[in-house]
């Protein structure tokens, strides 16, 4: 089945530094997805992105859609001890269902 | 809006018991998906509806597993019987079409001893 490899799958960084994440997949993906998930609750929406070569930004959060449309990543800018969360990249290959990937645990030191 | 809502938020049983999650989605959201998650597998699909009907229950990992919406703004998942592996948290999540946003519930953790 379609697999979707997030890397890293942990980041310990001070707080101010930029960090990056990036999915990977083995088919090609129509859209992708962005979602954070903090401790004890369900996962929330980042950022959508829906074409390929597609950049878009939320705050500090910049994601984009890879041309190949199997990969896509995300930034986040000057971390802040609030960023701490599991982040989770999203595809979907068809009009309905979503694949997650593994998820990126991110921990900020301030 | 009151969000996704499920229930319990935590779950303890023993092997062999019967075990039932309840989710009601937002109000006007046609689809409801249920997913689990774990350390080893991470968050995978189970089942999901559209209009209440279950369209995609190929994620059910087996027979134990079933899943009802019997109306717009309430659905189930049910094990019977438990098993120490079916330990995990389960979410429910619902969107108005399915190239929308899913919004997620807080999520059941369930543990089976």
């Known amino acids: 089945g379609q697999q979707l490899n997030q890397s890293p799958q942990s980041m310990f960084i001070q707080e101010g530094e930029d960090v990056s994440m990036n999915c990977t997949s083995s088919s090609i993906f129509n859209t992708w997805l962005w979602y954070k998930q903090d401790p004890g609750e369900g996962p929330v929406l980042l950022i959508a992105?829906?074409?390929?070569?597609e950049l878009t930004s939320n705050g500090r959060l910049t994601a984009q859609f890879g041309i190949t449309r199997k990969d896509s990543f995300l930034n986040i800018s000057a971390s802040i001890p609030s960023d701490v969360g599991i982040y989770f990249c999203a595809g979907r290959p068809n009009a309905d269902k979503l694949i997650f990937g593994t998820g990126t645990r991110l921990q900020v030191f301030p | 809006d009151a969000g996704v809502i499920q229930s319990p938020r935590h779950e303890v049983t023993e092997m062999g018991q019967e075990v039932t999650l309840r989710c009601k989605p937002i109000s006007g959201h046609d689809y409801l998906f249920w997913y689990r998650q774990t350390m080893m597998r991470g968050l995978e699909l189970l089942i999901y509806f559209n209009n209440n009907v279950p369209i995609d229950d190929s994620g059910m990992p087996e027979d134990r597993f079933s899943a009802k919406m019997p109306n717009a703004s309430f659905s189930t998942l049910k094990i019977q019987p438990s098993e120490p592996r079916d330990s995990a948290v389960y979410f429910c999540a619902s969107s108005s079409t399915p190239y929308n946003e899913q919004f997620f519930g807080p999520g059941t953790r369930l543990t089976v001893l």
């Open positions: 992105l829906y074409k390929a070569g």
